[in-house]
């Protein structure tokens, strides 16, 4: 048959190796913090407010220890604080790296290219989540030695902290479901101006009712019940619990109605959360990935 007969012919790429694949993951992590870091004084500025929001609400934590219902907190109230911002911190990566990962790419016009190449989607979200975590990591030892050094926060020790991990393990992975379903936004309803419905959702009543800033008890009944809808009230609680004791931690709502300790009924409760939201939110994100190679929506056209 002549060069004019020939029909070129698409073969697909051949799937990397578990190794290659890591390393994959490992070149978006780098790739993603040292977007973050590239500009110096901007990051450096960032994290000097990071050391300024621990110190305000260090503060406050040392006039708040005057209150009846945070005077018998475990540990004091100062390690109530540091303990609640560090841990939102984490849980806020979980749920926004899919999302804001899914964004860069976006306005990168890298998306074609990504899903043209051997990287498994899978992989693809991993990386640009996890990438995230280097920055938090920063920030949240900045919080814990900081208030270490400036504020009197005292460092757990034993096996609490291995419970502590346990706890924190469905905790993620169910903050990473509720981030599946929020970066699916993007491309079913368009949601591509920095924020979205799920993530404004969660953000707003984890800061409101979640326990980060001071203990549910001293909200309205109807309050706490809403802070239960999300994991992180469970994985403040249950990590505090595990790292500070629960002699003197008031007691969630549904702790009332269930028969076992309240720091293994968070982390069950987060395990059932998990169960449910994460292949919930991966299914989500797939639709979501489906429709936009659908209606070639995968990048921005200018």
């Not at 002549?2 to 890591?22: F, K, M, Q």
């Not at 992590?29 to 407010?49: A, C, D, N, P």
């Not at 016009?109 to 899903?115: A, D, P």
């Not at 299914?283 to 929506?297: C, E, H, S």
């Amino acid at each position: 048959m002549s060069a004019e007969g020939t029909v070129a012919t698409w073969t697909a790429p051949r799937p990397l190796s578990r190794r290659d694949e890591l390393a994959a993951i490992w070149m978006f992590v780098k790739r993603e913090f040292r977007l973050q870091s590239y500009f110096k004084l901007s990051y450096g500025t960032g994290l000097l407010q990071t050391v300024s929001t621990l110190l305000i609400y260090g503060m406050i934590a040392r006039f708040g220890q005057s209150v009846p219902a945070v005077r018998g907190l475990a540990g004091g109230y100062v390690n109530f604080v540091v303990s609640g911002l560090a841990l939102n911190a984490l849980l806020s990566t979980a749920l926004s790296g899919p999302y804001i990962g899914l964004m860069s790419s976006f306005w990168d016009n890298r998306l074609e290219i990504i899903m043209a190449s051997p990287i498994r989607l899978p992989v693809f979200v991993t990386g640009v989540s996890v990438g995230r975590y280097v920055d938090t990591v920063i920030r949240i030892a900045i919080y814990l030695i900081g208030g270490s050094l400036l504020l009197g926060f005292t460092w757990p020790a034993g096996p609490g902290v291995l419970a502590a991990v346990l706890i924190l393990v469905p905790a993620l992975a169910a903050c990473t479901g509720l981030g599946l379903a929020a970066a699916s936004t993007v491309y079913t309803i368009d949601a591509r101006g920095g924020q979205d419905p799920i993530r404004f959702v969660v953000e707003t009543v984890s800061g409101l009712v979640a326990g980060v800033y001071f203990p549910l008890q001293v909200l309205p009944v109807w309050a706490q019940w809403i802070g239960l809808l999300i994991p992180h009230t469970y994985a403040i609680d249950g990590v505090r619990r595990a790292l500070f004791g629960s002699s003197s931690i008031p007691l969630l709502p549904i702790h009332h109605y269930l028969p076992i300790a309240p720091a293994l009924a968070d982390g069950l409760l987060l395990g059932l959360y998990a169960a449910i939201v994460l292949p919930v939110g991966w299914k989500l994100f797939r639709y979501g990935i489906r429709l936009a190679r659908t209606d070639g929506r995968l990048s921005r056209w200018l």
